[in-house]
């Protein structure tokens, strides 16, 4: 049995199950959500014999950290190593003016969505996290760093939305276990209608990112497949809907891609398009991926585009760029050993 991703409720039903009382369970929570202990022998406050018979049927984790990177920016990128061999990354973000520990998480191995940006849609689709694979991320994080993650992005590898289920429960246990807020979770998907619906009936109180990217149907189709599958208008409508029933202001993400759709008319077509959307901006520059030819924005060029999305009165951001130098950057993640 593997104790990590186990909510209070199932730790209490294990150890009584094993002749323990409740009070055990309470104990081995806190062992491995606040104190983010890897081994049994660590629960100290737990008798020798009792950790011994927990020892024989069950253990904290079964993840492991393969490869840990650590950025001049002191960003950290962790692949980790399931079980079955299958790696994903991890990212670990600080923001140096504020407490805020950020984790990125990835919530598939590989990506099926195929944008042409992305380095991990290159490697194609290979499985779905489950659950307590996604929780296992964050407390990856906690054991190797000592530090409690305040925040969490499902910005990693894969696309959410097509991974629901597992999401919605790993946020779950983010929420009751590890004490991170909805509020302080941010779930990034391409645009799967059926998904940003759900999202909606059950009114999270999460962040909804958009990976937008274009102004129009013509364009991004040119970098998103998905467009053909969940076409731009069809994604405004189901965003309209959205904020209309949780209320939420929702985050556009939209990569600057040089010469391609980051030009004055661009920024002009997708003030308009965003118009009546409740939204805020999040500009993304290019980061580098070897398989394509995109080039990065440069700075006057930014700026511009974010004058004019601005001047539409709307609230625009440019992401830092964070861990490029050890590729943990947007788009980076791949996945594998390098
Ligand atoms: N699959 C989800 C979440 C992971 S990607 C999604 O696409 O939204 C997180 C963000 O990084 C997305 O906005 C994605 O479009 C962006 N991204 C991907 N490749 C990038 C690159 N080369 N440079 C900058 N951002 C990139
Ligand atoms: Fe998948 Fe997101 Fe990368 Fe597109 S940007 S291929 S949806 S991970």
């Avoid at 094993?18 to 629960?43: G, L």
């Avoid at 290159?122 to 489950?130: H, T, V």
Wanted: charged residues 25%; proline residues 2%.
């Amino acid at each position: 049995m593997i104790l990590a991703g186990m909510t209070l409720n199932e730790l209490e039903d294990f150890v009584t199950g094993i002749k323990a009382t409740k009070f055990r369970a309470k104990q081995i929570h806190n062992w491995i959500y606040s104190k983010s202990v890897s081994d049994i022998d660590e629960m100290t406050n737990l008798s020798k014999d009792f950790r011994e018979e927990l020892k024989k049927i069950a253990a904290v984790t079964d993840t492991k950290i393969k490869v840990k990177q650590v950025s001049k920016d002191s960003t950290i990128k962790y692949l980790l190593e399931y079980p079955d061999g299958d790696c994903v990354e991890t990212v670990l973000m600080r923001f140096d003016n504020r407490a805020n520990l950020t984790a990125c998480v990835s919530s598939q191995v590989g990506c099926a969505v195929n944008c042409s940006f992305c380095a991990t849609g290159k490697g194609g689709f290979k499985r779905n996290l489950n659950y307590k694979e996604i929780v296992e991320q964050v407390l990856a994080i906690q054991r190797d760093t000592g530090l409690k993650v305040t925040n969490v992005v499902f910005m990693g590898q894969g696309e959410p939305l097509l991974n629901l289920d597992n999401v919605l429960k790993a946020i779950e246990i983010f929420n009751n276990e590890l004490q991170i807020g909805a509020r302080r979770i941010t779930i990034s998907t391409s645009g799967i209608i059926p998904g940003i619906k759900k999202l909606a009936s059950l009114e999270l109180q999460s962040t909804l990112a958009i990976s937008l990217h274009a102004s129009n149907h013509e364009l991004r189709k040119q970098i998103m497949p998905i467009e053909n599958k969940y076409p731009i208008n069809e994604l405004k409508s189901a965003l309209t809907e959205y904020v209309q029933k949780t209320g939420r202001r929702i985050t556009i993400e939209y990569i600057l891609i040089h010469g391609f759709n980051d030009t004055v008319p661009v920024a002009k077509e997708l003030a308009g398009f965003l118009k009546d959307i409740k939204c805020n901006i999040n500009l993304i520059p290019y980061n580098s991926v070897i398989e394509n030819d995109y080039k990065k924005p440069n700075n006057a060029d930014i700026m511009k585009f974010k004058y004019l999305l601005e001047h539409s009165g709307k609230k625009v951001t440019v992401r830092l760029e964070r861990g490029a130098d050890i590729d943990a950057a947007c788009g980076q993640l791949r996945g594998k050993q390098v």
